[in-house]
Nanobody, 127 residues
Framework: VQLQASGGGLVQAGGSLRLSCAAS????????MGWFRQAPGKERDFVAT????????YYADSVKGRFTISRSMAKNTVYLQMNSLVPEDTAVYYC?????????????????????WGQGTEVTVSS
């Protein structure tokens, strides 16, 4: 399984970026796809998830209303549209895939729940 993240870059505060995560190597119909981020000197934090099968999404409070996670089944790709960026969004962003192991409303926000990780793409937001 390979997850290839791309789309990072330098953007001014208030701007937008769209990250992509191209997935390959298996079908992801029973997987949760997630985005995490790690700011310099800090731990890796949850950002957003999407259920590959039904499209249900979940967001960290810090990005709710500004970021949108989506997927294209045809392209086997997950996206993270980031709007109204602030300097605090500066981080390396990682995409990840977790086998859907729980039924119901489990939110998959923990790093340990994820089986596959991409290499990360860096986002820098200048003030």
């Amino acid at each position: 399984v390979q997850l290839q993240a791309s789309g990072g870059g330098l953007v001014q505060a208030g701007g937008s970026l769209r990250l992509s995560c191209a997935a390959s190597g298996r079908t992801f119909s029973r997987y949760i796809m997630g985005w995490f981020r790690q700011a310099p000197g800090k731990e890796r934090d949850f950002v957003a998830t999407i259920n590959w099968s039904d499209g249900r999404t979940y967001y960290a409070d810090s990005v709710k209303g500004r970021f949108t996670i989506s997927r294209s089944m045809a392209k086997n790709t997950v996206y993270l549209q980031m709007n109204s960026l602030v300097p605090e969004d500066t981080a390396v962003y990682y995409c990840a895939a977790a086998r859907e192991s729980y039924s119901g409303g489990h939110t998959y926000t923990q790093i340990a729940e994820y089986d596959y990780w991409g290499q990360g793409t860096e986002v820098t937001v200048s003030s």
